[in-house]
């Protein structure tokens, strides 16, 4: 079974949490932008773009580069494999649940129209 570190998981999750915070990863996924080009696209502070990208960047989502006083975000996707990857694993066990429910009615099914034909 594939272990996962649940603390990196956690703060992925409530980094994914917030709907600013998807929208640059949608955005850093076509491009890599700065964080005033960011805070100018959501219309939001600086400050408040700052502490989006901090929160994104210890989830290891996004890695961030100064060049002078430009600081550029890029999506990192090591950090959105291992999410995709649990979130799969997750899907794989509910597909098997769902299947083994999908035999059960089926049998059931079964079942009642062979009583039914037999009552009659």
């Known amino acids: 079974m594939v272990q996962y570190d649940t603390h990196h998981l956690d703060a992925s999750f409530a980094a ?3 709907a600013t915070r998807r929208g640059v990863l ?3 996924g076509s491009d890599d932008a700065s964080i005033s080009e960011l805070a100018e696209k959501f219309h ?3 400050t408040g773009m700052k502490k989006h990208v901090g929160v994104l960047e210890k ?3 996004v890695t961030t580069e100064k060049v002078g006083r430009v600081r550029t975000c890029r999506l990192e996707l090591r950090g959105l494999d291992e999410v995709t990857s649990w ?3 997750r899907r794989e066990v509910w597909n098997a649940r769902f299947d083994a429910l ?3 009615v089926e049998a059931l099914k079964r079942k009642e ?3 039914g034909k037999q009552g009659k």
């Open 44 to 46: 939001i502070t600086l």
């Open 16 to 18: 994914l949490s917030d």
């Open 59 to 61: 989830a290891g989502l």
């Open 87 to 89: 979130i799969e694993r």
């Open 26 to 28: 949608e955005k850093l």
């Open 113 to 115: 129209t062979l009583n």
């Open 102 to 104: 999908e035999d059960v």
